[in-house]
Nanobody, 114 residues
Framework: VQLQASGGGLVQPGGSLRLSCAASGSIRRINGMGWFRQAPGKERELLANITSFTPHYSHSVEGRFSISRDAAKKTLYLQMDSLKPEDTAVYYC??????????WGQGTLVTVSS
């Protein structure tokens, strides 16, 4: 199983980006998928996750970020609006299977700067 994250880049404050995470390989059952980020010198933090079709958000991104999942395409998305400089980080997608195994994408860098 592999997760391929994409969509990061440089954006001005107040701008938007959409991250994608495509899963490939044999996946029997997915318990949940989520997005994390890690800024320089900080611990990796959970931003949002989705189990079945119920999303959950951290306080730092609630109201600005939206997580969604296309089960047919085995793809996870993160729509990020009203971006702030403090959102600058490497963003990682994560998948937890029915057996409890966790997989991570390779990370995609988001830089919010004018």
């Amino acid at each position: 199983v592999q997760l391929q994250a994409s969509g990061g880049g440089l954006v001005q404050p107040g701008g938007s980006l959409r991250l994608s995470c495509a899963a490939s390989g044999s996946i029997r059952r997915i318990n949940g998928m989520g997005w994390f980020r890690q800024a320089p010198g900080k611990e990796r933090e959970l931003l949002a996750n989705i189990t079945s079709f119920t999303p959950h958000y951290s306080h730092s991104v609630e109201g600005r970020f939206s997580i969604s999942r296309d089960a047919a395409k085995k793809t996870l998305y993160l729509q990020m609006d009203s971006l702030k400089p403090e959102d600058t980080a490497v963003y990682y997608c994560n998948m937890c299977t029915g057996s409890g195994t966790q997989y991570w994408g390779q990370g995609t860098l988001v830089t919010v700067s004018s």
